[in-house]
Every structure is written in C-alpha cells, then in structure tokens.
C-alpha cells in the first residue's frame, strides 16, 4: 500500500532563506507526482507536476526534484518571503490501474517578515 | 468557467440529515475527484470519475456515501444520516485528461454535524 511521508510537519524561517522541504513515499511505481499549496480555508492549487521519467521541474524560484528509486521527492523554494507562508503538500499517482493522487499530510511553512 | 467551484462553501447539519455537495468543474475537464479533509489531517480520497463513469470508488467510507456525475460535469456528493464523524472540508478537483495534468481544486464544503 502506498504512503506519503512528508517531515518535517511545521517549519518557520526567516525571510530570505533558501529551503528544502521533503517528500517520501513507499512505492516506487508512480505515473507522476505533483507539490500543491494550500492556504489557509482554502484549496489547494498545483505548484509543479513531475512525471515519473523527469528529474526535476522549475517554475519561478520553485524547483521540485524525484528521484523514483529512492521514493523521494524535494520541493526547494529559493529566496523565501512571508507571502510563502502557506501549507506544501505532496501527491504521488500509482501506476497501479487507478488514477487517484494519494497525498501526505503537508508541511506546514511559516516565513518571517 | 474560471475555477472550479463547489457549493455550499459551509453547512450545518444536525446527525441523521441527509446533505448534498455540489462540485462544479472546470469547463472540458474529463476527471473529476472527492477527497475529504478532516481537521489536521491529510487529504483522504472518496471517488473520481472518468466523463460520467466512477472507476474507482473504493475511498467512500461507508454505504451512506454516494455520488453521480451527470453529462460529464456537475457532480454532487450524497451523504445520508450523517454522522458527527462525517464533519470536515468535502474537496472537489478536475482535470483535463486522466494522466499526467495538474489538479484543480476547489475552496471546499466545509461540514459540520451537529
């Protein structure tokens, strides 16, 4: 059965930081995974989707990175500021016959003003 | 549409009520999911539909749940004589194709049994 580790549950930084958060999981057969925000009391909206045969994907000073052997994935936000402050979820969809996503239970960032 | 959109955005209701949700997707989107969110956890999934059709329905957690999607668009989520467990955020996403797109997700049923 697959999981979705995502540690560390909270995080606070100050502004400015460069920072790494974490994304394991249990099966390596995956069709994609993709990290989502989510602000408070709302949904969550797909910051980058990575299929199973890329390395990595970019967007602004976002950079998520697989490496499917190992079962983890890192999202690397580079230059922090407050309005980051969100919670990062990660999703992997199974190449098992279902396309539902299965998610980890986020990592909730603060950045400081 | 713009977004995908889900109503009610809150509902109260008392144990043993039936409620409706209703999901909205974004306009040609084929996919359409359920995931449920309960306070501090992670996102659970219900059901997704491929057009009208549910492939895979094996997150619905008990016979009180049900749910239909009609000319591959608006769906709506059935649960009957709800329980106080049932409370949390109901979340709906679509997107284009099944496979390798980005989610869309909507802000969300906010539930709460009384």
């Known amino acids: ?113 | 549409g713009a977004g995908v959109s889900q109503s009610p955005s809150n509902k109260v209701t008392e144990k043993g009520k039936d409620v409706e949700l209703r999901c909205d997707p974004i306009s040609g989107h084929t996919a359409l999911y359920w995931y449920r969110q309960s306070l501090g956890q992670g996102l659970e999934f219900l059901i997704y539909f491929q057009g009208n059709s549910a492939p895979d329905k094996s997150g619905l957690p008990s016979d009180r749940f049900s749910a239909e999607r009609t000319g591959g668009s608006v769906s709506t989520l059935t649960i009957q004589r709800t329980q106080q467990e049932d409370s949390a955020v109901y979340l709906c996403a679509s997107s284009r194709l099944m496979g390798n797109e980005k989610l869309f997700f909507g802000s969300g049923t906010q539930l709460s049994v009384l």
Do not use: H, M
């Open chain 1, 1 to 113: 059965k697959q999981e979705v580790t995502q540690i560390p549950a909270a995080l606070s930084v100050p502004e400015g930081e460069n920072l790494v958060l974490n994304c394991s999981f249990t099966d390596s057969a995956i069709y994609n995974l993709q990290w989502f925000r989510q602000d408070p009391g709302k949904g969550l909206t797909s910051l980058l989707l990575i299929q199973s045969s890329q390395r990595e994907q970019t967007s602004g000073r976002l950079n998520a990175s697989l490496d499917k052997s190992s079962g983890r994935s890192t999202l690397y936000i580079a230059a922090s500021q407050p309005g980051d402050s969100a919670t990062y979820l990660c999703a992997v969809r199974p190449t098992s016959g279902t396309y539902k996503y299965i998610f980890g239970t986020g990592t909730r960032l603060k950045v400081l003003a």
